[in-house]
């Protein structure tokens, strides 16, 4: 998925794949432990009746079965401990992951309200008072849309068009939620670099597809984003370390060269097939948590 070509044709099926994978491997990591655990329960019984028989024995204060040696009833155990303790810690990252998106949007506003004003150059649009070029969009239910007084100044008319209908593309389809569960990952697995470049790569897609449904704007030529997103480029400071600095370039690149040489998006049946491939990635841990070992 990272080193193929095809989800940049089609960014919302490879979103929709990504989101499988990692529901499947969350799902699969927590089942694996679980399965080891409750592995000496009743023969012929799925994960999910091993845990309800289990959690009845405990109830009774039986506890695991009485014959089993106690290095084995001990590494029964604490795979049950480890699942349960990585269930708890996926959903407590993904819940401290939209809480904190929450209250940075709460401070942003706050901030806006304070700093903020509107322009007939962007209406609709709040202005801050910045001298670098900057265009985001802040969702919620009181969405708005914040560019910077360098970027007024930087952009042709068209190409500002071109930004604008790109961060509204971002505010209509709420990509905010779409990368909170990535982002939990990212926080859950602070050092796994298959996590981190795979948010990147859903980043950069989720960029691709806001690309996309800002051409649709009546009027507006790829050619106008892709200048848009150059002379952004181009009025980037060295703020920022030197790896971040050049792997923002190298998207920054991706996404010019796809606007300025379109390739046809996947056949119907080619996107059928990737949702097909999700839903199966899905039902694949799902189906082996109640059938029967």
Request: one cysteine or more; proline letters at 5%; glycine letters at 8%.
């Given at each position: 998925?990272?080193?193929?070509?095809?989800?940049?044709?089609?960014?919302?099926?490879?979103?929709?794949?990504?989101?499988?994978?990692?529901?499947?491997?969350?799902?699969?990591?927590?089942?694996?432990?679980?399965?080891?655990?409750?592995?000496?329960?009743?023969?012929?019984?799925?994960?999910?009746?091993?845990?309800?028989?289990?959690?009845?024995?405990?109830?009774?204060?039986?506890?695991?079965?009485?014959?089993?040696?106690?290095?084995?009833?001990?590494?029964?155990?604490?795979?049950?401990?480890?699942?349960?303790?990585?269930?708890?810690?996926?959903?407590?990252?993904?819940?401290?992951?939209?809480?904190?998106?929450?209250?940075?949007?709460?401070?942003?506003?706050?901030?806006?309200?304070?700093?903020?004003?509107?322009?007939?150059?962007?209406?609709?649009?709040?202005?801050?008072?910045?001298?670098?070029?900057?265009?985001?969009?802040?969702?919620?239910?009181?969405?708005?849309?914040?560019?910077?007084?360098?970027?007024?100044?930087?952009?042709?008319?068209?190409?500002?068009?071109?930004?604008?209908?790109?961060?509204?593309?971002?505010?209509?389809?709420?990509?905010?939620?779409?990368?909170?569960?990535?982002?939990?990952?990212?926080?859950?697995?602070?050092?796994?670099?298959?996590?981190?470049?795979?948010?990147?790569?859903?980043?950069?897609?989720?960029?691709?597809?806001?690309?996309?449904?800002?051409?649709?704007?009546?009027?507006?030529?790829?050619?106008?984003?892709?200048?848009?997103?150059l002379r952004f480029g181009t009025a980037a400071t060295d703020c920022a370390p030197a790896g971040a600095l050049a792997a923002a370039e190298g998207e920054l690149t991706a996404r010019v060269i796809r606007l300025l040489t379109p390739q046809p998006p996947l056949?119907?049946?080619?996107?059928?097939?990737?949702?097909?491939?999700?839903?199966l990635t899905v039902a694949t841990p799902l189906l082996l948590l109640v059938t029967p070992s």
């Open positions: 998925m990272m080193r193929a070509s095809w989800p940049r044709r089609s960014p919302a099926a490879a979103i929709l794949l990504w989101q499988a994978l990692g529901l499947a491997g969350g799902l699969a990591a927590v089942g694996a432990f679980v399965a080891i655990g409750v592995s000496g329960q009743k023969p012929q019984s799925g994960v999910l009746t091993g845990v309800t028989s289990l959690a009845s024995q405990l109830a009774y204060g039986r506890g695991f079965a009485a014959h089993q040696p106690v290095v084995l009833t001990g590494i029964r155990l604490a795979a049950l401990v480890a699942g349960f303790a990585l269930f708890s810690a996926l959903c407590g990252v993904l819940v401290m992951a939209f809480a904190d998106a929450v209250s940075a949007r709460r401070r942003q506003r706050e901030l806006l309200a304070l700093l903020a004003h509107g322009d007939p150059k962007v209406p609709g649009a709040l202005v801050v008072d910045y001298p670098a070029a900057a265009a985001y969009c802040l969702p919620g239910i009181r969405s708005q849309i914040v560019v910077s007084v360098g970027t007024l100044d930087l952009l042709a008319p068209a190409e500002l068009t071109a930004v604008l209908a790109h961060e509204r593309a971002h505010l209509r389809a709420r990509h905010d939620l779409v990368l909170i569960p990535f982002t939990s990952l990212r926080r859950a697995f602070p050092r796994s670099r298959v996590i981190a470049q795979g948010y990147r790569t859903v980043a950069l897609l989720v960029e691709m597809m806001a690309d996309d449904h800002a051409l649709r704007v009546r009027g507006l030529v790829a050619r106008e984003l892709a200048t848009a997103l056949s119907r049946a080619a996107q059928a097939t990737v949702i097909l491939a999700a839903a």
